[in-house]
């Protein structure tokens, strides 16, 4: 099975990747985390998205707050899927790094997930990896059934606690 890269731009950003290595443990997915900046240490980001294929992975998650350029300084150096989660910072909530991950130029394609949007970026690597690997796809359909049942039975005992 191919791994998922994470890269942080920081390891104050950990609380909120935590919940992408979560969801990809979930779903025995394999990941390897990383601590690179685009812009305090570009070589090694560069080295990492050029044999991140040669070296077993399938999809990149970057997460990065503020300037926000890992997602796009990863993305020009491979053609792995690379899913950005912008993260809220002090400075304008996070659609700084919202914006910086979204907008990026033609031919250097970067998904993007919500705000602080960790769990849906590993799902979307999870759903990527799954084009290819029928067992992953199970594990995806018996997560969905999980959550719709958890929803149903939120359902079921809001409706007995208002109409006995």
Known sequence: ??????VMGSDSDLPIVQKAIDVLA?????CEVHVYSAHRTPDQARDFAR???ANGFGAIIAAAGM???????????TTL????????????DGMDALLSTVQMPSGIPVATVAINGAANAALLCAQILSVEDAALVRRLDEKRAREAQAVLEKDAAL???LHG
């Open 81 to 92: 899927p690379v899913i950005g989660i912008p993260c809220k910072s002090q400075a304008l």
């Open 1 to 6: 099975m191919k791994k998922v890269g994470i």
């Open 51 to 53: 044999s991140a294929r």
């Open 26 to 30: 979930q779903l025995e997915i394999p």
């Open 159 to 161: 409706n007995e606690r």
């Open 67 to 77: 300037a926000a350029h890992l997602a796009g300084a990863l993305a020009a150096n």
